[in-house]
Each structure stands twice: as structure tokens, then as C-alpha cells.
């Protein structure tokens, strides 16, 4: 079976692009598939997560964001896919979705959503402008995928949400697998909390910020590190200046070494407004790190157990999420490790379930049912 990619493209280190080239990988290395992954903009740049060889990757070379560039997109898209002739083609719900239900060659029509159905009222909706502008891009992204075969999304609580919204459509759920799996998990010693993400409005990092100044005050030899880059670095930066943070606070940049970083933590925390599927905190969870999130839409909730691996605190909650964190600090002595310890082995435990081999396999099974389908 021949399966096509859509993505803008690979050079950059979120997550979307990252659980992207490790299934590519599985699929590409399972029998009968052959796996490309077709970009718009990668422009000679190295992708960021490494790639099996067995991958076949094509960049169209086209700005999908200019005036033209969806005519353009689609015209080149059409052009490659004749060639490649896939069974199914799978969109990640880029500029391209908008497009895929035109193409004459894509073969069975398949998209994954990496984000809640909340994404385009929470990045928009803060005035009445944007609640009406999330309105219109909600309306449309849901006239797209009502054209597709398959749907899958990340979570069963966005599940629920589009097959009341796509009833034509085949709507299923498949959780991200994990990326990694230390044969150690953390020892939860370091005096020290992560955080990952880009660095924009979606992950919220100034309202962790904002907690942390609570945290310092009670555990001023613990710090937080933040990893990832974007358009509020600055912004962040003078917030962690102006609270008198600069020495405890550190936004460490992009890192190739998460696990490292995970492994060498004793909490992770995510303050995001949103989310998919927060790959940052299973891959804690396999690490065996305590996770400390707002209960964001959606994704949180289905990996954190409140009090059993770690703590979910209502959304925009500063002082619940300080609170949060520094119950997982405790009070420096041997109890607060132990109970740092039953937090991460939970959450170890939790981590089971999401191997890449189960995730796989019902990425295979779906994907063959939807290639067998008659029009």
C-alpha cells in the first residue's frame, strides 16, 4: 500500500513533526507500504527529528500561505500525486486540507487533527472580532473534513465532538504513540522542573511564569527550565526580568535531547490554553516525571490521574498550578521523594499503553480498511 503525507514541513521541532517521522518510520519499515511525505516549504532544510530511509520525502517548493498559493498547492500537489499514485493520502490538517478534497489523484482521502476542536475560539476568541473570525474558521475547517473518508483525532473527547459534527464521515481516535522509552526512569532527585513547547500564545507560558513567582518564594533553590522557541521570547524574557525570575527561570531554547531533559527533572509542567494530544507529558509519563497541567481542552485529562501521577488544576488558575507544583516539591526531605516517586511510577505505568508497536498496529488496521473501501 502506497500512503502520502501532506505537511508544510519537516525542519521544524514541534511535536506534530515529530510523532510525523517516527509512524512515517513504523509504517515505512512494516511489510507491504511504501510511506512518502510530501512537502510544501521545506526548501533544502535538514529535517529537525531524524527520518528512516525508507521514507520518501518530495517538496513541492510553493508558499501555501501566499495569495496564490493555494491554486499553486493544489496544482503541484495534483501533478506529484499522479506520479506517486497512492492509496490513501493523509492530510495534517495544513493549507493543504482546503485542497485535498479537489485532487483528482490523492486516492482515498484521510486528514489527523493534532489539536482540540476549542483550537480557533481558544487562539481567537478573546474579542468579538475574533470569536466571529474563529467562527468562520471553525465553518470552514468542518466543510473541508465533511469531504473526507476518515477523520482521526486524538482524544475521545474531540471524537464525541466531530461525530456529532461529521456524520458522513468516518471519525476515529488514535492516541500519538510514545516517541521514546528510557529503560530508567528519572530519579526525581534534581531540584528542578521542565517545561516544553513553542514559544506562542497556545502553550501560555507567561501565566506558568506568573505561577512560578509563588513557587520561588516557597522553594527558592528549585528552577524551571523552559525549552522551545517562537515569537514571545522576548516578551517572556522581560516578564521573567521584571518578576526578579532571571536566576531561576531559564528559557533554554530548541533541544535535540528531551529525554535527557526529562531524565534529569523531577516535574513536568504544561500550561498551554490547548492541546491535542500533549506529547510532552506522555513522554514524562514514560520517564516516570510527576505532571503538573491546567486541564486544558483536550488531552490532559486523559493522561493525568489527579493525586495518582501527578496533578490537573482548573485552566488559568495560576495559584492552583503553583499550588500543583510545589505539592510536588514537597518539603525537601525523603517523604516529598517518596511521594515524588509514587507519582512517576504511576505515571510510568500509565506510559504502558502507548507503545509504538499498539499504536501502529491500529494505524495499519484502519488504513487498509480505508484503502479497501469502493468509492
Known sequence: ??????????????????????????????????VWIVTFRQRGR?????LDPRVKTLDLGVNDKSPLGGRRLRSRLDAALERIRP?????????????????????????????????????????????LYAGFRLRRFTRAASLLDCFVVLTRADRDYWQERLRGVDVRQIYNPLTFQPEQA????????????????????????????????QAPDWTLDIFGEGSYRKALERQIAAAGLAGTVHLRGHSRRIPEELLSASCVVMSSWFEGFPMIL??????????????????????????ENGYLVRLGDTQALS????????????????????????????SEAFTLGRTMDRWEALLHAVAGRRA
Open 1 to 34: 500500500m502506497r500512503v502520502v503525507y501532506l505537511i508544510h514541513s519537516l525542519h521544524r521541532s514541534g511535536g506534530i513533526e515529530r510523532v510525523l517521522s517516527l509512524k512515517a518510520g513504523a509504517l515505512a519499515a512494516r511489510d507491504g507500504f511504501e
Open 46 to 50: 535538514s529535517p529537525f527529528f531524524p
Open 87 to 131: 492509496d490513501v493520502t493523509v492530510s495534517l490538517c495544513g493549507r493543504d486540507l482546503y485542497q485535498l478534497s479537489r485532487l483528482q489523484h490523492a486516492g482515498r482521502r484521510m486528514a489527523e487533527f493534532h489539536f482540540s476542536h476549542s483550537k480557533f475560539h481558544s487562539e481567537y476568541g478573546g474579542t468579538a472580532l475574533g470569536r
Open 186 to 217: 528519572a530519579a526525581l532527585e534534581a531540584h528542578r522542573c521542565i517545561a516544553v513547547g513553542r514559544l506562542e500564545y497556545q502553550k501560555n507560558f507567561s501565566a506558568l511564569v506568573r505561577a512560578w513567582s509563588a513557587v520561588h518564594a
Open 282 to 307: 506522555l513522554e514524562a509519563a514514560s520517564c516516570g516525571v510527576p505532571m503538573v497541567s491546567f486541564d486544558c481542552p483536550h488531552g490532559p485529562a486523559e493522561l493525568i490521574r489527579d493525586g
Open 323 to 350: 499550588q500543583a507544583i510545589l505539592r510536588v516539591i514537597g518539603d525537601g526531605g525523603q517523604a516529598a521523594l517518596q511521594h515524588r516517586r509514587r507519582l512517576g511510577a504511576e505515571a510510568r505505568r500509565t
